[in-house]
């Protein structure tokens, strides 16, 4: 099997750390003519050696056998699968320390997909709030029409009143998923992972065993491990840190091999992947991911300190300010490796200031989406978080002078002097 040889993620004792293993794991030169990198293997389909292979290939798709020993999935047609989306699969799951993932062609592909894997009409789905404005529109508009019933917690609430509530709520509903995004975007109020599996568990009379999934699309695959901390799926729009140059859309989930199992199956019969085009993308972009991501954090521990002490911002959203009194520090040290590069915070004089804000920026460009190379500025009230009714977004904390702000790799310096003459122009 000359593939195992690509798999190796030890040097004698040493387990090698993803960033190490970005550049070449999963990928055999010698089946590619040698080529240093891995092909963009632009093909729909793929020939069989011989109809007997080809047999055994679909007996294995299908489910119809269990493979044998050391047994690897053939290649059969770029939905089931494709080499450019295995070997990204394998190198995405290093971060999290997943045993199986895959990929999708977007990050609310990647969502619909796994909700639609568990559930099923008459069922209740809990999930948090505020989540992505794509997410909350699909759980809110889109599955009640299949006969799902939403019931939504706040994040940053007590744990403990939330359980309460939500199996009030809940009733007899069988409960086969609890979705959740923490840090929550845009305020970055936090969700003990841990905690809330244990909640999730007391939902598992009514039927189903809850499928804990977290979008880690704000802080991993490198500030958070969501499956060390008892959620059974992760979830990423790797449009954002993970493609890291804004130039692609792009989704992914990850778990174990049994939670993967449906979400894979039901990727091939809505046909969600992604593109080997954007696999190629992926992988390119993943070999500087923790390069980036580690300037952007630095990059963003500035600005926010520099915006904290700024008489013309009320409030600072980011992680790296969180007190050791506030009640969110404990979960934000027990689970999180860093604060990341998201930064939210309060102009004063409501939408009005924002906006001169927003319009005055030179440097940072006044966009939606996050986590690419450059930074990003938006208005949530008025853009990403639209949908939300006015009543909503004031409980969520989204208030009229709040923006977000995604912070790059740029200088830092060059980036505190853009944010202090927009904030000079309010
Ligand atoms: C962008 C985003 C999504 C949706 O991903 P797309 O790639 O745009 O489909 C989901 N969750 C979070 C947290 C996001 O930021």
């Known amino acids: 099997m000359p593939k195992a040889k690509y798999k190796e993620h ?13 550049m070449g794991y999963g990928y055999d030169p010698m089946l590619s003519e040698g080529a240093a990198k891995c092909p963009i293997f632009q093909t729909s389909t793929f020939v069989f050696p011989n109809a007997e292979a080809g047999k055994a290939y679909f007996q ?11 047994e690897e999935f053939g290649l059969i047609y770029s939905r089931l699968n494709n080499p450019d989306l295995e070997i990204l699969e394998d190198r995405l799951a290093l971060w999290d320390g997943a045993a199986a993932g895959a990929v999708f062609a977007s990050g ?17 789905l809990v999930f948090s709030e505020p989540l992505y404005g794509g997410t909350e529109h699909f759980i809110r508009h889109v599955l009640p029409e299949f006969g799902i019933t939403p019931v939504g917690f706040m ?28 840090p929550a975007n845009p305020t970055n109020a936090m ?23 977290v979008d880690n699309t704000f802080l991993g695959p490198l500030w958070q491990h969501p499956l060390k901390h008892g959620a059974d799926l992760v979830i990423y729009s790797a449009t954002k840190f993970i493609g890291g140059h804004s130039d692609l859309v792009a989704g992914a989930v990850l778990g174990s091999s049994e939670a993967m199992a449906p979400v894979r199956a039901l990727r091939t019969f809505m046909g969600t992947m992604a593109d080997a085009w954007t696999g190629w993308l992926l992988m390119r972009s993943m070999e500087t991911l923790k390069m980036r991501m580690t300037a ?3 990059n963003a521990r500035y600005c926010a300190d520099f915006l904290n002490d700024h008489p013309k911002v009320r409030r600072v959203h980011y992680l790296g300010l969180l007190g050791e009194d506030d009640p ?64 909503e977004q004031v409980r969520m904390g989204i208030t009229s002078g709040l923006v977000r702000l995604s912070v790059g790799v740029e200088h830092y310096e060059d980036l505190i002097a853009d944010l202090g003459q927009a904030l000079d122009a309010v």
């Open 328 to 391: 969110q520090f404990a979960t934000y040290r027990k689970q999180c490796m860093g604060p990341g590069s998201l930064i939210a915070f309060e102009v004063e004089g409501g939408e009005e200031a924002a906006f001169r804000f927003l319009n005055a920026l030179k440097l940072v460009k006044l966009a939606v989406s996050l986590g690419g190379t450059e930074s990003l500025a938006e208005h949530p009230g008025s853009m990403t978080h639209a949908d939300v009714p006015p009543d």
């Open 155 to 182: 994040a940053g609430q007590a744990l403990a009143d939330v359980a309460d509530d939500v199996r009030a709520r809940v009733g007899a509903h069988r409960t086969p998923v609890v979705y959740i995004e923490t």
């Open 191 to 213: 969700i003990d992972i841990a905690a809330l599996a244990a909640v999730a568990r007391t939902l598992e009379g009514n039927g189903a065993r809850p499928v804990l999934m």
């Open 10 to 22: 030890r040097i004698g004792d040493r387990e090698l750390s993803p960033e190490s293993l970005m």
């Open 108 to 124: 609310m592909a990647a969502i619909a997909t796994a909700l639609f894997a568990y559930l099923r009409p008459g069922d209740a």
């Open 60 to 70: 294995l798709a299908y489910g119809l056998r269990e493979a044998s020993p050391g």
């Open 296 to 298: 952007m954090m630095k």
